[in-house]
């Protein structure tokens, strides 16, 4: 056998398998068939002359053979994705597409507004505001430049701090608190580990959270509804809007921290420089998310 039978396509199946230990859920990931990933997987098998594959009425799983090939596989994905990055920051024109990975409130209140005018002044840049998942590889470069709450702790990453995330008691201007009580909106359980989530599971004591909802722009939208009081982000009230009123507290509000996380193999590369300094400035001259 010599290097050029092996189909590359055919390693990488045997890579995700491999993370995935199941077919099915191999298939779902790649967007392909189960039978596809099976008929691949035979074709490798034929290649190398190795069986990789144990094939039961159970289902199918990786022999020993095969999950040490698929860490193989798996330290050359992630070469290849260090490769990319290596030529994405070494490209001097001010051009590509550039991911940034952020919260929904953030991207909608700080990161679009930011970059509205990118596009007309630098047309050969393309803007991708990944903002509906939960968190990204900066490594695998599912992302660019990404916003989190928690200071990145990666070796591989740079990291600049952009401000500070103040949160506040929101309830509706109907809501009486002498009749209704003190009813909360907080995220589901699954959300219980969030230093914001712990504060209010704090506050709320035994009575424990009335409305659980996901998503912090769907507690708003409760707290508007007069479900009960939510603990929001300072930044998504607007100092004008009259429907609703803070509710005072006597324990220390809860923040966070905003970063900007970087892969170093990219912070050369014009597009993406060009895009984070755009964002920290933003943050820099938005007083909503001043450093004390």
């Known amino acids: 056998m010599a290097a050029r039978d092996l189909d590359w396509d055919d ?21 392909v068939s189960h039978a596809t990933v099976s008929r691949r997987l035979t074709r490798l098998e034929t290649v190398l002359g190795l069986r990789l594959v144990d094939r039961m009425a159970t289902g199918a799983v990786l022999t020993a053979e095969g999950r040490e090939l698929g860490g193989l596989a798996a330290r050359m994905a992630d070469d290849a994705v260090a490769l990319i990055r290596r030529a994405k920051g070494a490209r001097q024109a001010l051009s590509g597409e550039v991911v940034v990975a952020v919260t929904p409130g953030l991207a909608s209140a700080v990161v679009v507004p930011a970059l509205a005018s ?10 991708s505001i990944a903002s509906a998942v939960p968190l990204v590889s900066l490594d695998r470069l599912e992302a660019d430049l990404a916003i989190r709450l ?72 409760a707290a508007l509804a007069g479900m009960g009081i939510a603990l929001l982000p300072e930044f998504m009230v607007g100092p004008t809007d009259d429907r609703l009123r803070r509710v005072p507290w006597e324990a220390p509000l809860p923040r966070r921290e905003i970063w900007l996380a970087q892969h170093q193999d990219t912070r050369r590369a014009p597009a993406v420089r060009l895009v984070a300094e ?15």
């Open 278 to 292: 755009r964002l920290t400035a933003a943050f820099e001259h938005d007083e909503r998310f001043r450093v004390e």
């Open 11 to 31: 390693l990488r199946i045997l890579h995700v398998v491999a993370m995935e230990d199941s077919m099915l859920a191999s298939a779902r990931r790649l967007g």
């Open 150 to 221: 928690t200071r990145p702790e990666e070796a591989s990453h740079t990291r600049r701090r952009l401000g500070i995330m103040r949160f506040a008691l929101f309830a509706a201007g109907t809501y009486d608190l002498r009749t209704a009580g003190r009813r909360f909106i907080g995220y589901s359980q699954r959300f219980d580990a969030l230093p914001q989530q712990r504060w209010l599971i704090e506050q709320a004591g035994r009575d424990g959270l009335a409305v659980r909802i996901d998503d912090v722009a769907g507690q708003l939208t």
């Open 118 to 127: 990118l596009g007309a002044e630098h047309p050969g840049i393309v803007l």
